[in-house]
């Protein structure tokens, strides 16, 4: 087949990796603009009934925040919670209702991070698990570098930290969610001064959150 010729080549490969990214990125942006709304609508029904608050995050409420919805360039939602409200019945209920549980990664050597993926009609969701003390909340996000010589379900982590607030109820699409009472100083923690500015080539690494890599801690990877 044709696709097989192109992956022995190594030009072509290369060619034909960026393609394939762009036309999965593409329907996927698809579904989120078709099926989002109500998938994400399900989602929060579903936290609802295990007394669960999510709020939104990262991207999504930085769309939310400047743009009064999704980005343009966003394929995906990002919602928080809170570690201590995690139960099996919910992941449980949220298979049953139809959510497949895509990747899923877990701090190891007894070090607390978590964070989920779920798909349901070709739009994804993704959990991020958060802590908290007096002063901060804060979450992971599961890093991997392309030459790495780690193992293919050992990932490097990221802890990141943001300034405690309290949450307050908005309408997102009609769906009643939260976000973070200080949301403006949260996206400029996550992004820079300049979160206002679109830029769909961000990179953490030049961002607020550079030197978030915590030496010595590896996260466990699970695909499904």
């Avoid at 298979?95 to 877990?106: A, E, N, P, R």
């Avoid at 570098?145 to 908005?170: G, M, Y």
Wanted: aromatic share 16%; hydrophobic share 35%; proline share 4%.
């Amino acid at each position: 087949m044709l696709k097989d010729i192109l992956k022995k080549i190594k030009p072509l490969r290369v060619i034909y990796s960026k393609f394939m990214a762009y036309r999965n990125l593409k329907h996927m942006k698809h579904n989120l603009n078709t099926n989002g709304k109500t998938v994400f609508s399900e989602f929060i029904q579903i936290c609802c009934n295990h007394g669960i608050k999510v709020w939104l995050c990262y991207g999504t409420l930085l769309g939310y925040i400047r743009e009064n919805g999704i980005m343009k360039h966003d394929y995906d939602f990002d919602v928080g919670l809170w570690f201590e409200d995690y139960t099996k019945e919910f992941e449980d209920e949220l298979k049953i209702k139809g959510f497949k549980l895509i990747h899923q990664f877990t701090g190891m050597n007894g070090y607390q991070a978590f964070e989920q993926s779920f798909e349901k009609n070709g739009v994804s969701i993704d959990l991020f698990y958060h802590f908290c003390d007096e002063k901060q909340i804060w979450t992971h996000v599961f890093h991997r570098e392309p030459d790495t010589d780690l193992p293919q379900d050992k990932w490097l982590v990221r802890k990141l930290p943001f300034t405690r607030a309290e949450f307050k109820k908005i309408d997102f699409m009609g769906i009643e969610a939260y976000v973070p009472s200080n949301s403006e100083q949260y996206l400029e923690e996550t992004y820079g001064k300049n979160w206002r500015v679109p830029d769909k080539n961000f990179d953490w690494k030049k961002g607020p959150q550079k030197d978030s890599l915590l030496p010595g801690v590896l996260g466990k990877a699970e695909f499904f």
